[in-house]
């Protein structure tokens, strides 16, 4: 008898643990379905290289971590995300960048004004390559190690997620 | 008047109708048509997430319904191309999430909750039918009574 007067708390310390936890969950966060799994088979034209095409087989023969990159010249976020990329560009990551739907000619004003980070940048017109690494907007980058993807970020990097969610994972790799 | 009621009712549903994917080119083969309409149904907008494909004007809703019309002219079942879709966006891409490990709370939890207002109620019940009939009183506590009686009417 006197625990049952403790069940209408009990409830109440369920459900506001269970709201708290719910209404902090990020609703547009959206697992990758491609988490460990290798990178889907793709082949682009490059912008602005002397290369003629940019493939999944650049992406799995490369040896140590790398990140890809979607953006867009057209995509807010992306200019705000750009200085970030410059300065991990400096502290040595190799980042490819894959234009989404975006015209070369754009995505090339578009380096040239804000710095361009990329090691090599795809050209995604059609937005095709972007569905299969199950892009849903832009910018979105993901973390590579011998062609298989480890981890997926949505919206722009920032010093702090670099440091919240990218090193631990990088590090864990590098071990 | 009830063949213009009728007629009147028709059209308006066929505005419904219109309204869907007006952007692109349904296939020309109406079952096929509306097999990808019914998949598009399924199929959640990954940018604007309570709609499905077929409501959402995203760019990529309109990318992802072009896929689905053209998996079925290339001759892939249903399933082949929910399977296309979750192997991209993972299962948050169906607006009906399927019955596994992940989601059996998301589906046992009604039944659960009905099957707890049920204990509650019977309990309940439970409770008051022994409120309105307590056990008789044994011989001790029958004579112990009028004692009782006896004194308080001698006060």
């Known amino acids: 008898m006197s625990l049952n007067r403790f069940i209408p708390l009990m409830i109440f310390c369920v459900l506001s643990f269970a709201l708290y936890v719910g209404l902090n969950l990020n609703p547009s966060d959206i697992p990758s379905a491609l988490i460990n799994d290798s990178i889907p088979e793709f082949d682009l034209p490059v912008v602005g290289g002397e290369e003629a095409s940019f493939s999944s087989v650049d992406l799995t023969k490369e040896e140590g971590i790398i990140l890809v990159n979607f953006f867009a010249s057209w995509c807010v976020p992306c200019y705000v995300e750009q200085p970030f990329l410059m300065k991990l560009k400096e502290r040595g990551y190799k980042i490819y960048g894959i234009s989404y739907k975006d015209k070369a000619r754009d995505t090339n004003k578009f380096l040239s004004k804000e710095g361009n980070p990329y090691y090599k940048v795809a050209a995604d017109e059609k937005g095709r390559v972007g569905i299969d690494w199950g892009v849903y907007g832009v910018p979105e980058t993901y973390i590579i190690k011998d062609g298989i993807i480890r981890y997926k970020h949505a919206g722009p990097i920032l010093e702090m997620e670099f440091e919240d969610n990218f090193m631990p994972i990088i590090e864990s790799i590098d071990q | ?155």
């Open chain 2, 1 to 155: 008047m009830r063949y213009l009621l009728s007629f009147l009712l028709c059209m308006m549903m066929s505005f419904s109708a219109f309204g869907i994917g007006v952007d692109e080119k349904p296939l020309p083969e109406p079952a096929a048509e509306a097999r990808a309409q019914e998949l598009m149904k399924q199929l959640r907008c990954l940018v604007c997430q309570n709609q499905s494909i077929v409501d959402s004007n995203a760019d990529l809703a309109k990318d992802l319904r072009v896929i689905v019309r053209q998996r079925i002219i290339a001759g892939d079942t249903d399933q082949q191309v929910i399977e296309f879709m979750t192997s991209r966006y993972g299962d948050w891409v169906l607006l009906k999430p399927p019955f596994d490990g992940a989601t059996i709370i998301l589906w046992l939890s009604p039944f659960l909750l009905l099957l707890i207002g049920f204990v509650i109620i019977y309990q309940n019940q439970k409770r008051n039918s022994e409120n309105l009939s307590p056990d008789p009183l044994s011989k001790d506590e029958k004579a112990r009574l009028l004692v009782l009686l006896d004194e308080k009417e001698n006060v």
